[in-house]
């Protein structure tokens, strides 16, 4: 089932929480809503599910306009951030209340109950009050509460906030996983972006109401289409540049008072351009002094582990490298030289 | 083409049916707001006319009057001087058990037993305490007489009036600071000890600062019920002693002058609004202290043996007071003749079912009524204020709230005042009892609403409609069993709170409409004082036995964990 927005505006008071928003949403696509608190991407949530009338534009949910349609008809299934559990309802109530209002005879409800409770492991669960519950089982009963009733599309508002960090990554596949096998339409709402990237097939990052971008974890991140994006995703080191010269399968441009040519060609630029060159702190390498693109000195290093950081200094720059395994490259120390090279096929370039 | 109509008529159905559920929507505000203005404002109202404006003109004569009578103005500064050292006690021994309660390391048990009964006293019917120390104290008293042989001891007037009132009102000021205590979060006070404070430091520094705010609000709550207390002044204050609430009983019931009793009303109304206004802005202002403003649980820390041993002192004097007084209204009741022939006996329960049985019935009946409409239109208000904004839930919040706060003996003779005449002769009906017992309590159904409606997280709500639940059904499969235990027990507070009144009502009974409470004014204003106990045993069994019925059927209807929702 799709759902699609057309020029979708919100405005509270004096503020636009969504502003001119349009999205389609695939058949059995799973859709996050990326950005940063405040940004309106739990208010379009709410409009989709019918909580929230837009000031103006037009939500379809299979082609049909929703728009006059009570949330108690659209037919959604939704999972809260607090969950929002009937604490007076046990489990199995829980579960069936969307069923009984839809008319299911007394055993069809059980039938669909325990099927929902067997896929998501509460079998056992069924008879107690939800505050007899751990957070992640009551993350799970809102979410067969949620599916139970077939709805036409899922929808999910920071669902996996309150777990604590290690079931928040389990269930971030179980929920994938879930999802792919019932290919169910859903829309994610987040604001953690590694959520994002591992669950979503397409993400939209939105910042102060608009979309700033549409597009798969591997676009967003590789090549995000503004500063913001840039900077809300991953990190990123953003440099200045100029486009010198431009042929069909190479680029030379100025950065750093330096010539470097690419492999490809950015589209939509032309040369004498002032660009910014989008540089994540993975797509430089370290090597000896004097051997890269140019040598700088480390001025912080911050050992993870898995990998290493070094932010390294100049006198009017500073840039963010990260080197992974440095049990196997060894490890630089605070002060010393080092050389590093850019990665030329990493580059991305987003107007300045 | 098509789809611009279907647009159209879709909206214009919708508009309609908007306009119909607004229109009952307003018109069930409107008609609050009428009977608000009609059952609390104009008759508080009216006493200022009848003082200001006894002829339709203007004057300050009767005030004046009032003012140059040495014996008013005696009332007034009694009323005040007792109202100040009753508060300044309760607040002290309010913190006792607070502080005891909350903070030091006792037994579970003992913690639950001081609660239960620092909280007894709330519920004593009017005159329980007075009534005892005549009993204890009285020129006929079994300490006085009794024990100690004394004969020129008068328990009447000041020492005995602030005694019962303490005894009486301390709970209050214990719940308070309790509120208040418990919502200091407990890491405030580690961290103090971590920084190297002991106990005794954390308290002057840190513990007793941050409670303030309770410690005031428990002053003023205790001060205005004081001055508003009728009951046990009408017993123990006496001719020698007078205060404003019994000298006004006393105009308008004894002497027929109605004015007089309406400008010493105004007397006790003046520093009621004070201290009502002053209270709101301390309850508004809610400064750093009520951080969460939920009250977290107790916070029990090690006390020195010593200090643990003071405390625990203490608390078990004031409580064994309190079980004394209670034991021997008991005791009283049970008795041929006080302090003459001490055979137990069941005749003033017998006499209290001939002569009171009527007025006892009445007075349920009456509450009965009154009790489900007053909690119903509590609901409502607290619906209005936590979900709507309309402009006039300020009004209504405070002008019912206001109502509930002032002595009854004020709004009683409001009530006497504005409607026994054309077009509102209510005088001698039951409908001006049963009114006057409804847009009182009325905020007892707000607070107890708004502290539901509050805890209910919206989405909860929403939950339901996105599964297919409209409004209506979201309202009776959801929000009423949510809200229903919190509602039932502001009703069974409602009933108590009807079932004892006495300072407003005293001025609003008739023949045919008689309430218990004025049955055991009469009987003791006649001397009766064993019948007297009887009937205060029986009003207290009464209450107690709703209190415990209430408690059953809330646990029956299933305690709603409310963290979950949060």
């Known amino acids: 089932m799709s759902v699609s927005l057309r020029n979708v505006t919100k405005v509270f008071k004096d503020v636009i929480a969504v502003d001119n928003v349009s999205l389609d949403v695939k058949d059995g696509e799973f859709l996050t809503l990326l950005g940063p608190s405040g940004c309106g991407k739990t208010t379009t949530l709410r409009i989709v599910a019918g909580f929230e009338t837009p000031t103006s534009g037009e939500i379809f949910i299979e082609d049909r306009k929703v728009n006059d349609i009570p949330p108690y008809q659209r037919n959604t299934g939704m999972v809260f951030q607090s969950y929002a559990l009937f604490p007076h309802l046990s489990v199995f109530e829980n579960i069936a209340f969307g069923l009984r209002l839809k008319g299911f005879s007394e055993s069809e409800i059980k039938d669909k109950v325990r099927r929902v409770v067997e896929m998501l492991g509460l079998a056992e669960l069924t008879s107690r009050n939800p505050s007899q519950l751990s957070g992640g089982q009551q993350q799970r009963v809102a979410l067969a509460r949620a599916l139970v009733v077939e709805p036409k599309v899922l929808l999910l508002d920071e669902p996996l906030s309150n777990l604590d960090a290690k079931l928040r990554m389990q269930m971030r596949v179980e929920l994938r996983k879930l999802q792919q096998s019932l290919s169910i339409t859903s829309i994610y709402v987040t604001h953690d972006q590694s959520e994002a990237m591992s669950m979503a097939d397409r993400i939209v990052v939105m910042n102060e109401g608009k979309v700033q971008q549409v597009g798969t974890p591997w676009e967003i991140y590789g090549k995000p289409a503004n500063r913001f994006v840039a900077d809300f995703i991953g990190r990123v080191n953003i440099v200045d540049a100029k486009i010198v010269e431009m042929s069909d399968e190479s680029t030379i441009i100025e950065m750093l008072g330096k010539e470097y040519t690419i492999d490809f060609t950015p589209k939509g630029f032309s040369i004498g351009d002032e660009v910014l060159v989008i540089l994540r702190p993975e797509s430089i390498e370290i090597c000896p002094p004097g051997g890269g693109d140019m040598d700088l000195t480390v001025d912080r290093r911050v050992y993870l582990g898995a990998s290493v950081e070094y932010y390294l200094k100049d006198e009017d720059l500073s840039l963010m490298v990260t080197e992974a395994n440095p049990q196997h490259k060894g490890i630089h120390s605070e002060g010393e030289k080092i050389g590093i090279r850019f990665l030329r096929d990493c580059m991305h370039f987003i107007r300045s | ?566």
């Open chain 2, 1 to 566: 083409m098509p789809s611009m109509l279907y647009k159209l008529g879709g909206n214009v159905v919708n508009t309609e049916a908007k306009e119909k559920r607004d229109f009952f929507f307003n018109l069930a505000v409107w008609l609050l707001i009428g009977s608000i203005l009609l059952f609390v404002v104009y008759p508080l109202a009216y006493i200022f006319i009848e003082v200001f404006f006894p002829e339709g003109m203007p004057t300050l004569r009767l005030f004046g009057e009032i003012l140059q009578r040495h014996y008013f103005i005696r009332g007034f500064i009694n009323s005040v001087k007792v109202a100040t050292v009753v508060a300044s006690l309760s607040v002290v021994i309010g913190y006792l058990f607070g502080y005891t309660v909350t903070r030091v390391d006792i037994t579970r048990r003992k913690r639950k037993i001081f609660d239960l009964l620092a909280t007894l006293p709330i519920l004593s019917p009017p005159f329980l305490l007075a009534l005892s120390a005549v009993l204890l104290l009285g020129y006929n008293g079994l300490i006085t007489k009794g024990l100690l042989g004394i004969t020129d001891f008068s328990i009447y007037g000041f020492k005995g009036l602030v005694i019962v009132e303490t005894i009486g009102l301390f709970p209050i000021a214990y719940l308070t600071i309790k509120g208040t205590l418990q919502s200091i979060d407990p890491s405030i006070e580690d961290a103090a000890s971590s920084l190297g404070a002991t106990r005794w430091y954390v308290f002057r520094k840190v513990t007793l600062p941050l409670s303030m705010t309770g410690v005031a609000n428990a002053f003023l709550l205790t001060f205005s019920l004081s001055m508003a207390d009728f009951g046990n002044p009408m017993l123990l204050a006496g001719s020698r002693f007078p205060v404003l609430s019994v000298q006004a009983y006393f105009q308008i019931t004894a002497q027929f002058h109605i004015d007089k009793g309406a400008a010493v009303a105004l007397l006790l109304l003046l520093p009621a609004l004070a201290i009502f206004f002053i209270q709101q802005k301390i309850i508004h202002s809610r400064s750093y202290i009520t951080v969460t403003g939920k009250p977290s649980s107790l916070h029990p820390q090690p006390h020195s043996k010593l200090a643990k041993g003071i405390l625990v002192t203490l608390c078990i004097v004031v409580l064994g007071i309190v079980a004394v007084f209670y034991a021997t209204v008991l005791w009283g009741g049970f008795t041929d003749i006080w302090m003459i022939n001490h055979v137990f006996t069941f005749k003033h329960f017998a006499y209290i079912w001939e002569a009171g049985r009527e007025y006892l019935f009445d007075t349920l009946i009456l509450a009965g009524i009154a009790t489900p409409i007053s909690g119903i239109i509590g609901i409502f208000i607290a619906f209005l204020i936590i979900r709507t904004k309309l402009r006039t839930n300020k009004f209504m919040e405070m002008s019912t709230m206001l109502n509930f706060f002032l002595p009854g003996t004020v709004v009683g003779i409001g009530y006497m005042l504005a409607f026994n005449r054309y077009p509102l002769l209510l005088s001698g009906t039951a409908y001006i009892i049963i009114l006057n017992f409804i847009f009182r309590y009325i905020p007892v159904g707000i607070r107890s609403g708004i502290s539901i409606l509050l805890q209910i997280d919206p989405s909860i709500e929403e939950a339901a409609m996105n599964l297919g639940a409209n409004r209506m059904q979201t309202f009776r499969k959801i929000t009423m069993p949510l809200i229903s235990p919190a509602f039932f027990s502001g009703l069974v507070y409602t009933f108590e709170r009807s079932l004892t009144a006495i300072s407003a009502i005293v001025f609003l009974v008739s023949p045919s409409w008689y309430i218990f409470t004025v049955f055991i004014l009469d009987e003791l204003s006649i001397g009766r004082i064993e019948n007297a106990s009887a009937a205060v045993v029986i009003l207290f069994i009464i209450i107690t036995a709703f209190i415990w019925l209430a408690k059953f059927v809330t646990r029956k209807m299933g305690e709603i964990p409310t963290e979950i929702s949060t």
